[in-house]
């Protein structure tokens, strides 16, 4: 097992990363997901404009801190940011300069293969995982020189892939014996085993962390993922021009043809332009296919302490 993994299983209570989410991961989810003991993360685009990204990441280490300090016996895990690699992101390297200042310790990198993100960041210590949702790009990835791969499979919230996952980790395993992450769907304590019995190392849970009241998502979004299962989400590049999962009772109350919608094949025209009502992510809900496990808003300390009863409880039966 690598040292990164090692490390980092030092660090949790149970081998989770909470996903970034776009408007959805702030301050209070990612030091109430840390100080419950498992991976916090936010994407620094949530923290707007850029002059609060230094406040958050501020808050967020003192807050930890401070809890760590008050419960020494406790496990608090490290935090992390997502960085969106890419020309049409022009925050993106003044972004990591913040972060690398304030010696954020894990980041998560999308798009383009992260290189200068590396060099950055490995000086100090810092750790860079890279999501990919095929062979072609987790090459790209290992070359830059990453310490993990987040495989990003179909089903899951966001961006998603549109490989089976059992396919994708059974392919880059064939090539990588390094830190694999597992990201799709994954929304109950034994699914988090399902993950490290496929060969991970960590599993990654995006979809079921919006529903908790440390969240910054609207109640109605909450409440829609309560309700919903598999056949409410929808896949399609319509409003992104990247294909994503998205809650297909969200798009039905913004107005929209769901027809027009369904039948996108690219962003495109049809796309919504950031100027338009309703927006993507604001109005437009993003979820994976994992909402059907999900039945209550929780305080997001006792979805942790779910989890982890969960996931014992599924290895105890297994190994019955
Ligand atoms: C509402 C929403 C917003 C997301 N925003 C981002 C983002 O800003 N950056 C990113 O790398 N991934 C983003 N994702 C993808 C997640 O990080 C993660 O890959 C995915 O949620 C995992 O699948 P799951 O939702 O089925 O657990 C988002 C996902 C959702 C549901």
């Not at 979805?303 to 019955?320: G, P, R, S, Y």
Request: aromatic share 6%; hydrophobic share 45%; with cysteine.
């Amino acid at each position: 097992m690598s040292t990164v993994i090692q490390n980092l299983l030092a660090q949790t209570r149970i081998p989770v990363i909470a996903a970034p989410m776009f408007l959805v991961s702030g301050t209070d989810l990612v030091v109430g997901l840390c100080t419950s003991g498992v991976i916090g993360t936010f994407p620094t685009l949530n923290a707007r404009p850029q002059e609060e990204l230094p406040k958050w990441l501020e808050d967020i280490a003192s807050r930890l801190a401070a809890y760590q300090q008050a419960h020494p016996e406790a496990i608090v895990s490290p935090f992390g940011v997502n960085l969106i690699v890419h020309p049409s992101n022009p925050r993106w390297e003044g972004d990591l300069e913040i972060c690398a200042e304030h010696k954020v310790p894990l980041y998560i990198t999308s798009l383009h293969a992260p290189n200068k993100v590396v060099e950055r960041v490995h000086p100090y210590g810092g750790i860079v995982l890279h999501d990919v949702t095929n062979a072609k790009h987790a090459r790209k990835a290992i070359e830059a020189g990453v310490d993990g791969l987040i495989l990003v499979a179909s089903g899951a919230g966001g961006h998603a892939g549109t490989m089976n996952p059992i396919a994708l980790v059974n392919e880059i395993r064939s090539f990588y014996d390094g830190p694999i992450i597992l990201s799709g769907c994954i929304s109950h304590g034994k699914d988090v085993l399902a993950a490290l019995a496929l060969g991970c190392d960590f599993a990654y849970l995006g979809t079921r962390f919006i529903p908790v009241q440390e969240s910054m998502a609207p109640d109605a979004y909450q409440s829609m993922i309560i309700g919903a299962d598999a056949t409410d989400i929808i896949y399609t590049p319509y409003f992104t021009g990247v294909p994503g999962n998205y809650l297909k009772p969200s798009v039905i109350a913004a107005g929209l043809d769901l027809d027009e919608v369904m039948a996108a094949k690219t962003g495109g025209t049809v796309r919504l332009s950031k100027e338009t009502k309703p927006r993507a992510w604001k109005d437009i809900w993003g979820a994976g296919q994992g909402v059907g496990a999900i039945e209550k808003i929780l305080p997001v300390r006792e979805l942790v302490d779910q989890l982890i009863a969960e996931f014992d409880t599924a290895k105890k039966k297994l190994l019955a």
